[in-house]
């Protein structure tokens, strides 16, 4: 019989088997975790790996040595040289690049829409609606010059919508409803105690935190109280709650839909009064805000992989970033388009703002100097809220 480069299919299967928590190790290099261990498995145990392509990635080369060596080129290169290539970084468990995500609202059936934009195409796709339609009220005449919110956040890979208000005001989620790029699916978190809107969301590291709020009627308890639910201890039956944790001093974040940045260990968190204040997540302790912090914070703001936070001054069009150590806001950029920004997400170096008139930007703050470009929006779609999270995998491309 005569010897040839190519592996046996069954061996092949498992020594890819065997190299795919290496692949989520490269993956962490990319984003950070964002699967706790059990949910990687059921991820590597569903997908057939048999079906990735008939072809050799590269000639010569069994499957499992190409993919690795393929995981250290830019995907922007592996996209537009062949089909198999471009099959192939769409993939569960291939390290995948981040892509925009953001949340729409369709006036014309009323519906929340979450849409993913692929840098790699450079076009929205669609993203498999959750078991029952969103409709939750963001225009009402009562509100003539703001929407109602709908409070989403990013945490550990997956985007989870936290609250909203239902068409008779009261709270519209009872359960945090979790999406997956990587499973492109969809589940449900643990049932809050008290479900609530209008409150302060966030997380640190794999952890959600929901502080404050009002549920169906104003609750002295529900405005001074502060939750966290741990996405990675979610397959384990007794962790698989909201956990109380130390309560606020007063109710002062109770009628704001505000985000909770984590930030080095703690969640900052600053009303439209501009008061401000810090949760040490380590040591379950409220802190005051310094001055220069909660001083600069004069519209969205985000924080880069919980390290560095970045802000935009919706009143002048600035981006600053936050220096500790002189507790001072320092500009990075004066943009017109940043005028009147609501929102804005961080991530991998990059910046995705939605500005005062609906429009995207995407600023790389890597680049000297940053460099910033917009990214057209649907046509007749609201955008509510921005996220980047891995790019959808795709299991039939």
Same mark, same amino acid.
């Given at each position: 019989m005569s010897n040839n480069n190519k592996t046996p299919p069954i061996l092949s299967s498992q020594i890819c088997t065997q190299l795919l928590p290496l692949a989520f190790k490269l993956y962490h290099s990319y984003m950070g975790k964002s699967l706790n261990p059990s949910k990687r498995q059921k991820l590597i145990a569903h997908y057939d790996h048999r079906h990735l392509q008939e072809q050799p990635l590269i000639p010569g080369l069994p499957d499992h040595v190409a993919e690795l060596c393929l995981s250290r080129v830019h995907p922007s290169l592996l996209y537009?040289?062949?089909?198999?290539?471009?099959? =192939?970084?769409?993939?569960?468990?291939? +390290? +995948?690049?981040?892509?925009?995500?953001?949340?729409?609202?369709?006036?014309?059936?009323?519906?929340?829409?979450?849409?993913?934009?692929?840098?790699?195409?450079?076009?929205?796709?669609?993203?498999?609606?959750?078991?029952?339609?969103?409709?939750?009220?963001?225009?009402?005449?009562?509100?003539?010059?703001?929407?109602?919110?709908?409070?989403?956040?990013?945490?550990?890979?997956?985007?989870?919508?936290?609250?909203?208000?239902?068409?008779?005001?009261?709270?519209?989620?009872?359960?945090?409803?979790?999406?997956?790029? =990587?499973?492109?699916?969809?589940?449900?978190?643990?049932?809050?105690?008290?479900?609530?809107?209008?409150?302060?969301?966030?997380?640190?590291?794999?952890?959600?935190?929901?502080?404050?709020?009002?549920?169906?009627?104003?609750?002295?308890?529900?405005?001074?109280?502060?939750? *966290?639910?741990?996405?990675?201890?979610?397959?384990?039956?007794?962790?698989?709650?909201? *956990?109380?944790?130390?309560?606020? *001093?007063?109710?002062?974040?109770?009628?704001d839909a505000i985000d909770a940045v984590g930030w080095r260990q703690k969640l900052c968190m600053v009303n439209v009064a501009k008061q401000g204040t810090l949760y040490d997540v380590t040591n379950d302790i409220w802190e005051q805000m310094p001055e220069g912090m909660v001083g600069g914070w004069r519209g969205p703001v985000a924080a880069m992989d919980e390290e560095v936070l970045y802000a935009v001054d919706e009143d002048k069009g600035l981006l600053t970033r936050y220096n500790q150590d002189s507790d001072n806001w320092e500009v990075i950029m004066e943009v017109e388009n940043l005028r009147g920004a609501c929102q804005m997400a961080a991530a991998g170096g990059r910046l995705c703002v939605i500005c005062g008139d609906g429009e995207i930007l995407v600023i790389d703050v890597v680049a000297a100097p940053p460099k910033f470009w917009t990214v057209q929006r649907p046509a007749e779609l609201e955008p509510l809220a921005v996220h980047i999270l891995p790019r959808l995998s795709r299991l039939d491309f």
């Open positions: 537009s040289v062949c089909r198999s290539w471009r099959r =192939l970084i769409y993939c569960p468990f291939f +390290p +995948p690049f981040r892509s925009f995500y953001a949340l729409f609202f369709s006036s014309s059936d009323n519906e929340i829409q979450l849409l993913s934009f692929d840098p790699m195409s450079s076009r929205w796709e669609t993203v498999p609606p959750p078991p029952n339609a969103l409709r939750l009220l963001v225009h009402h005449p009562s509100f003539l010059c703001r929407n109602l919110p709908v409070q989403s956040i990013s945490v550990s890979g997956n985007l989870v919508l936290l609250a909203g208000t239902a068409p008779n005001f009261n709270p519209a989620i009872s359960r945090p409803l979790i999406f997956s790029p =990587l499973s492109c699916s969809w589940s449900l978190g643990p049932p809050m105690a008290t479900p609530r809107r209008w409150c302060a969301a966030g997380a640190s590291g794999p952890t959600v935190y929901v502080a404050s709020g009002i549920g169906s009627n104003f609750s002295t308890d529900v405005a001074r109280s502060l939750e *966290k639910w741990d996405l990675w201890e979610e397959d384990e039956m007794d962790d698989f709650r909201w *956990k109380k944790m130390r309560q606020l *001093k007063d109710g002062r974040f109770s009628t």
